[in-house]
């Protein structure tokens, strides 16, 4: 188990995101998406290039969970937890 709570859970997930984009193959994964979406959009703003940071981050925490039944399993029970304080 990652995380005692839903909270928890996505700190851990996110942390380990930015550790993995701030190593050599992170930041030119990062640099290749920044030069994809200047091609898509010469003109793009800083709002616009946090937005797909953002974006790239939830795609790989989304990619994360599919691919590793143990994360979905925990990420679903911290779901629920969460809909029953409801």
Do not use: C, D
């Not at 839903?6 to 380990?16: L, P, Q, R, S, Y």
């Not at 030069?35 to 795609?59: D, G, R, Y």
């Amino acid at each position: 188990m990652l995380a005692q709570n839903f909270n928890e859970f996505v700190e851990v997930m996110t942390e380990a995101e930015r550790k993995a984009l701030n190593t050599e193959a992170g930041q030119e994964l990062t640099e290749k998406l920044l030069q994809m979406k200047l091609e898509q959009n010469p003109n793009m703003t800083a709002e616009e290039w946090k937005q797909t940071k953002s974006e790239f981050m939830t795609f790989i925490f989304y990619m994360f969970v599919k691919e590793t039944p143990e994360a979905m399993k925990e990420l679903g029970q911290h779901v629920w937890n969460e809909l029953r304080k409801v």
